[in-house]
């Protein structure tokens, strides 16, 4: 362990000398302070409400327990009256439930919309629904499959049997699930004296403005800039985490570090300079390992400092700390490993940094390009949009198959990101869109990868004279 | 146990054939010189020691072990030729480093690596970058990481590359102190005065072969020839003297010296009765010997000298790697 704690503190050492580390840490630093500076301001519910209860339209079967949504939104209108925004961030109203008058009509529905929709809730999810656009014939690959699933029948009779305990219960799920309120916050109780199909409800929810559906206008510049958007504060923060340092700084920082440590191995491979390192007691495979090792904790630390000091002051800016954010450090790290294992196979090779830093950008960008392919290939498989031959597809897959998921590990840090951010209802409305890649794929093909890149750099290491 | 032994060795790369048998042993506690051309297959035979590059044949032992093992390795102490310290080090990280790749524990570092820069005479400079130092400072440095750990055995290829001639002697110096604790030195220098002075024996590669190999005294005596002297004003008899079948050659530039050569199978002893029994008195005799840059030299001559770079596409090769 000494030696690889040396190696570790060689390749620390080596990386700081240079000044691209200091301009990598002032932009970190200078992501954080603009971070810092946003300011969030939760909304009255007036505002807030009417942009959330649309949303209780999505039914999740089997009392939420349900991924998939239902295909067939019950057209009703949820509108709040009477709101008012208590002490400690506690909203009170009246949910007033009634069929949605301008949707009505246009789908069968059973007469009373709210009923059917708490006795949806109540029952077990359908099976999937058949894929609309399959039968446009244009191809072998698509999937006769939605991710939604199918209503369940529902006779007078069940929708009669609906008790006011299931609605209560529903609705609390609802806000739960698209308010981001937890269910011991909700209070609910029916109002008597409305006609059905039209229902009334007395709501109170406790912290309701920290809540992540909740909605909240967003400043930046410690509030120099007047507030200029309202979204629900979740979809704010997951904005700044998966977009601006998951997507954006995540690039350049790979980027910039596979400039960074592409020195690290021609460096130790230069004549007179590998000669020492090589006449001490450690073995040469050991030698790369340790220096490839010591190349990723340069970019852990350094994704370590600009994600923690994000997650630090969207936290106390927001309110909403999200500690799955924090897996983005290992996730990018993981990522980089990839991109460093090409840059070592490289430089051992050539021992040139110059070829190690093109090869390797132009390996991420392929990275990329194959990822967006795969993602348009998969949505076609869907929508059936464009006739793509059946090569392309085993093409695509094949490639994806054989070469590190680059793209998927970007979907599972933005998963991540989004299930700890936004409420649970609007985070699996994704899985309609987005299918969660598997960690197996994902890392499994990945490591398999990094293995032959380093065995390659290995073996090569091993035989050369010298 | 030898602390150095070849047996047959060679090393070919692509058709260059650096090295062409090489048998030799180091002996505990010697210095050993190791002198040849550019070319000659020197710092491959290092390399191949150390584990560097590989033997094509034959057998290299270290401290009983096979050349490059592992374990062998942390019993020795390397100053490559062309070393290249990483700048980004100063003197003091570099030798840290380098001490916990030997496996020095960290207690043991902090003391002994101002000690060795002490030694080389860079102790003030140790926390300054490497960047900054002078060629000769380097390497002192080199010399400084070679011996940190206490080995058994040092092995120096151009210790004194870039030292100033003060400098020089402070390495010789620490050479023969080395010596004196029990270290092996197994030296390669082009500085054959240096090599004279310090080395107890020392070995000649030509082209990969190794073509002498001896003790100093060995290497440099001349069999057979006396530089005789005598008392001021008295003649040196060169007439009789041949006629006893020894030629006579007198020296140019000297005061009155004669060169004596002995045939086959003869002593000094019967010119040296004549002399006597002439009344003649020998202040001066010695046994002529050659210098290492004779030796050396009259080696080599008419030698073309090794490959010690790479060969340009389509010249022949015309001897062995450096």
């Keep these: ?466 | 146990m030898s602390v150095i032994e070849t047996r047959d060795l060679r090393k070919t790369y692509g058709r260059i054939e650096a090295l062409k048998g090489v048998s030799l042993r180091v002996e505990k506690g010697q210095i050993y010189g190791l002198l040849g051309q550019n070319g000659a297959g020197k710092t491959t035979l290092i390399k191949i020691l150390l584990g560097i590059v590989g033997k094509t044949e034959g057998e290299a032992l270290l401290l009983g072990a096979p050349a490059g093992a592992v374990e062998v390795r942390r019993k020795v102490g390397y100053l490559p030729e062309d070393h290249a310290f990483p700048g980004y080090h100063t003197g003091y990280s570099l030798m840290d480093f380098y001490g916990s790749l030997y496996g020095v524990p960290a207690a043991e570092r902090a003391k002994k690596i101002p000690e060795a820069l002490e030694l080389v005479g860079i102790a003030g400079r140790m926390h300054s970058k490497i960047k900054t130092y002078s060629k000769g400072m380097k390497q002192r440095l080199g010399i400084a990481q070679a011996l940190m750990h206490d080995p058994d055995l040092i092995i120096l290829d151009e210790p004194t590359d870039g030292v100033d001639p003060m400098g020089r002697k402070e390495i010789r110096d620490l050479m023969a102190d080395l010596k004196n604790k029990g270290h092996t030195i197994f030296l390669n220098s082009h500085l054959l005065g240096e090599v004279e002075l310090i080395c107890d024996r020392v070995a000649i590669l030509q082209q990969g072969k190794l073509v002498r190999e001896g003790t100093i005294d060995e290497l440099t005596k001349t069999k057979g020839t006396y530089t005789l002297g005598l008392l001021a004003g008295q003649t040196f008899p060169t007439d009789a003297v041949t006629a006893l079948g020894f030629p006579v050659r007198a020296l140019p530039d000297t005061a009155g010296h004669f060169e004596v050569t002995l045939p086959d199978g003869k002593t000094i002893e019967p010119v040296m009765k004549l002399l006597s029994e002439r009344g003649l008195t020998v202040v001066h005799i010695v046994e002529k010997k050659q210098s290492l840059e004779d030796v050396f030299m009259t080696t080599v001559e008419g030698a073309e000298p090794g490959v010690d770079r790479k060969r340009r596409r389509g010249a022949r090769p015309v001897g062995g790697g450096e």
Aim: net charge neutral; hydrophobic share 50%; aromatic share 12%.
């Design chain 1, 1 to 466: 362990m000494q030696q690889f704690f040396a190696i570790l503190k060689d390749s620390f050492r080596e990386a700081v000398d240079g000044f691209v580390i200091y301009v990598m840490l002032a932009l970190a630093a200078v992501l954080i302070v603009l971070v810092a500076s946003v300011s969030f301001t939760p909304d009255s519910p007036d505002v807030a409400l009417p942009k959330v209860l649309p949303k209780f339209a999505i039914l999740y079967p089997d009392q939420g327990k349900g991924t998939f949504p239902t295909a067939v939104p019950v057209p009703l209108k949820y509108q709040a009256a009477n709101a008012q925004l208590g002490a400690n961030g506690a909203a009170t109203f009246i949910l007033e439930v009634d069929r949605d008058k301008e949707r009505d009509g246009a789908l069968a529905l059973p007469l009373d919309g709210f009923r059917y929709a708490v006795y949806t809730w109540t029952k077990p999810s359908g099976p999937k629904v058949e894929n609309p656009f399959a039968n446009r014939n244009r191809g072998p690959n698509v999937s006769t499959e939605l991710g939604i699933v199918a209503p369940p029948a529902a006779s007078a009779d069940d929708l009669k049997g609906v008790t006011d305990e299931q609605m209560v219960a529903f609705l609390k799920f609802q806000f739960a699930a698209f308010v981001g309120v937890h269910e011991s916050d909700v209070t609910i109780s029916r109002r008597a004296g409305v006609a059905e199909p039209a229902y009334a409800f007395d709501v109170q929810l406790n912290n309701a403005t920290t809540a992540r559906g909740w909605t909240q206008s967003v400043s930046v510049l410690f509030g120099a800039v007047p507030p200029f958007k309202s979204r629900p504060l979740g979809a704010s923060v997951a904005f700044i985490q998966d977009q601006l340092v998951n997507g954006i700084g995540a690039a350049v920082t790979l980027m910039l570090s596979v400039v960074i440590t592409a020195f690290f191995i021609p460096n130790m491979l230069r004549k007179g300079s590998l000669d020492l390192l090589i006449s001490k007691p450690i073995g040469r495979v050991q030698l790369l390992v340790y220096k490839y090792i010591g190349g990723l904790t340069f970019i852990f630390l350094l994704s370590a400092f600009t994600i923690g000091g994000v997650w630090a002051v969207t936290g106390v800016r927001s309110g909403l700390w999200n500690p799955t954010f924090l897996l983005v450090v290992p996730v990018l790290t993981f990522t980089f490993a990839i991109l460093y294992a090409v840059s070592t196979v490289i430089a051992v090779y050539t021992r040139s940094a110059i070829a190690a830093i093109l090869i390797t950008l132009a390996f991420m960008f392929f990275l990329y390009l194959l990822g967006q392919a795969k993602t348009v290939f998969d949505a076609n498989r869907i929508v059936n949009e464009f006739d793509l031959p059946e090569w392309a597809y085993t093409l695509v897959d094949t490639l994806n198959n054989i070469l590190p998921r680059y793209k998927d590990l970007d979907k599972l840090t933005t998963s991540f990101i989004t299930d700890g951010t936004v409420p649970v209802g609007d985070a699996r409305i994704r899985g309609i869109f987005v299918e969660t890649p598997s960690w197996a794929g994902a890392f499994g093909v990945s490591l398999a990868f990094i293995a032959l890149m380093l065995g390659l750099a290995s073996w090569r290491l091993v035989k050369r004279d010298g």
